[in-house]
């Protein structure tokens, strides 16, 4: 079992923030799972059972009008102080997250540069996010609830998604 999702910061930030969570784990070659769970959402925590994640996928909103997303693999997995710590700040007047792997490096934490959260239309224009289809599928990913109690995968393979990305 994976170690728990902490989230920590300010409440006064954290009674907006909403964190949905994108699982990966690999069944056999070239097919992986995935699932969303929601791990926060204004003031409440949630603790999903997670186990053998290769990746994941971290969607961030603040106040429905603020997001940003990050991705990272799931390679502190075999150190022995592997924790999950999600830490949101205010510097300024922008509002960051940054995600912690080991507890050797909370110490270190001030020197990691955070992921900043950006408005909605300035997510859309950095990722090329053109249609309405397009729009419906990230702003599922940042505000729907994702019940983390029934964590439901849904299997894809990587090869259809190198094809559909040649498409494009």
Known sequence: MEPEFKVIGDADILQDIKINLEI??????PFYESAMVTLYDK???????????????????????YVNTFGFENINQWANDFVHHLYVYKNKDSVYINYIGRKSEIDEFKYHKGTPIISLNDFYK??????QKEEQIINDKFFEFYDPLNIKYMQETQEIEKIEEEKD
């Open 24 to 29: 990966s784990r690999e069944t056999q070659y």
């Open 43 to 65: 003031g409440k925590k949630y603790s999903p059972q997670i186990e053998h994640a290769i990746a994941y996928g971290v969607y961030v909103s603040y106040k429905k009008t």
């Open 126 to 131: 950095k990722e090329n996010i053109t249609t």
